[in-house]
């Protein structure tokens, strides 16, 4: 009884981590109404050199998706080399490219190591590169586990999370890429660089630096000032 009851309590605990299917459509059908978005946000996923994980195909793929579909004029590919050698937003781009994106459609975040890194340094290639409209497209677990931080935020980002249907029924090609050239030279894993508790930090926004200009009011201002989690400029 006891462990039928703990597995039920998980359950519960990770259902509510993840935007339901009925959510993810009317998400979904919003970002269809206020189509095309300047740009999209693609977070990355940690890369063997063998082979994409499911959770990159997903998101790579939706991405594409929405780009073919009007949805998306752009895509902003994010994240560094983290726990692999490989460059995640570059190699993003790469099986983007091999799908049928064109390169100039294309932007990269090479600097995130955490996801709600991906979504504050995109947004500031978005702001660098005039891609005013942006959404944040990723799958739904990931989506509404980052909700809270782009609202506390107040940033102009909109969240269109994955509907895995979609993907499948359009039966896209598997594409190949030269992983070799998402290497990043002197590689050191975050796990060596970083302990687990700093690390937790990352996870949670707290070793991101913001420009003042996109904090939403003067009281997050004053507290990410005294945190010394400002941008000197």
């Known amino acids: 009884m006891t462990k039928s009851l703990s597995l039920i309590f998980l359950i519960m605990i990770a259902s509510s981590c993840v935007f339901s299917k009925k959510k993810s459509s009317k998400l979904y059908i919003k970002a269809q109404e206020k189509a095309p978005y300047n740009a999209i946000i693609v977070p990355g996923v940690p890369y063997d050199g063998l082979a994409w994980s499911s959770a990159m195909k997903n998101r790579v793929l939706w991405s594409y998706y929405l780009y073919e579909n009007g949805i998306a004029e752009n895509v902003i590919y994010s994240g560094g080399a983290v726990y692999t050698k490989y ?48 959404a944040f497209a990723t799958d739904p677990f990931q989506a509404k586990s980052l909700k809270g931080m782009v609202h506390k935020l107040e940033l102009p980002i909109d969240l269109i999370p994955l509907i895995i249907d979609s993907i499948d029924n359009a039966n896209y090609p598997e594409p190949t890429i030269n992983g070799e050239l998402a290497i990043e030279n002197n590689f050191i894993s975050i796990k060596e660089r970083e302990s687990f508790f700093v690390r937790l930090k990352g996870t949670m926004g707290k070793q991101i630096l913001f420009y003042e200009e996109d904090l939403p009011n003067e009281r997050t201002i004053k507290k990410f000032r005294k945190q010394g989690r400002l941008m000197i400029e």
């Open 87 to 134: 460059s995640e937003a570059k190699v993003m781009a790469e099986y983007g490219k091999a799908l049928g994106i064109p390169a100039s459609n294309i932007f990269l975040d090479t600097l995130a190591e955490h996801s709600s890194e991906n979504i504050y340094y995109s947004y500031l290639v978005a702001k660098k590169n005039g891609l005013k409209k942006v």
